[in-house]
């Protein structure tokens, strides 16, 4: 099977690492990896913030939850009913992706770019897991502090996270949805 094929049919989103960094040729396999991600009119509205310390890790968790405690509980994600859960599955890297706010094509291209690691971490042997939720960290009342710690540039915001690393759990692939592709013509 092609490889890129293979690499798209056997990743899986794992939740739970190992804690062993990875090395600084694995992090730019993977960087590199993301910048060449397409985006429209090339205008690569993206940042890149790899984060391996584990007490700014914590702290961001800390302000998912308060901000998932806040809500009512029926709009609350399941997994927060397990005090000791971990946003970020306790992964020794965590990339944030920030875009430029002022460009509506930014969500979209910033996707491109975190499927493009998610893919170069599974060609590399990797675990990785895409993250929406570290979200609620950046709308709190510290969401400035944690711009300025993840050296957010200016007119970015959060757009989504990866969690990579050495993965201890595995699992099935996701039964496939049916009629949800349609042919016309």
């Given at each position: 099977?092609?490889?890129v094929?293979s690499?798209i049919a056997?990743?899986?989103?794992?939740?739970a690492?190992?804690p062993?960094p990875l090395s600084?040729e694995?992090?730019?396999?993977l960087l590199?990896?993301a910048?060449?991600?397409?985006?429209?009119v090339?205008?690569?509205p993206?940042?890149?913030?790899v984060?391996?310390?584990?007490?700014l890790?914590?702290?961001?968790?800390a302000?998912?939850?308060e901000?998932?405690m806040?809500?009512?509980?029926?709009?609350?994600?399941?997994?927060?009913q397990d005090?000791?859960f971990?946003v970020f599955?306790?992964?020794?890297c965590?990339i944030?992706?920030?875009?430029?706010?002022k460009?509506?094509?930014?969500?979209i291209?910033?996707g491109?770019?975190?499927?493009n690691?998610a893919?170069?971490a599974q060609?590399?042997?990797?675990g990785?897991v895409?993250l929406g939720?570290p979200?609620?960290a950046?709308?709190?009342?510290?969401?400035?502090?944690?711009?300025?710690a993840?050296?957010f540039?200016?007119g970015?915001d959060?757009q989504?996270?990866?969690?990579?690393?050495?993965a201890?759990?595995?699992?099935?692939?996701?039964?496939?949805?049916e009629n949800?592709?349609s042919?016309?013509?």
């Amino acid at each position: 099977m092609n490889p890129v094929l293979s690499a798209i049919a056997d990743r899986r989103s794992n939740r739970a690492y190992k804690p062993v960094p990875l090395s600084d040729e694995t992090l730019n396999a993977l960087l590199q990896a993301a910048v060449q991600a397409p985006s429209a009119v090339n205008r690569q509205p993206w940042h890149f913030t790899v984060v391996r310390d584990q007490a700014l890790l914590k702290e961001l968790n800390a302000a998912v939850w308060e901000a998932m405690m806040a809500r009512d509980p029926e709009k609350r994600s399941a997994r927060f009913q397990d005090p000791n859960f971990d946003v970020f599955y306790g992964a020794p890297c965590v990339i944030f992706i920030s875009g430029d706010q002022k460009n509506s094509w930014t969500p979209i291209d910033c996707g491109i770019a975190v499927e493009n690691i998610a893919l170069a971490a599974q060609a590399l042997g990797l675990g990785s897991v895409i993250l929406g939720m570290p979200r609620d960290a950046f709308k709190g009342p510290k969401g400035d502090n944690f711009r300025k710690a993840l050296a957010f540039p200016e007119g970015f915001d959060f757009q989504i996270a990866i969690a990579v690393g050495e993965a201890t759990d595995t699992k099935e692939a996701h039964p496939i949805k049916e009629n949800k592709i349609s042919f016309v013509g």
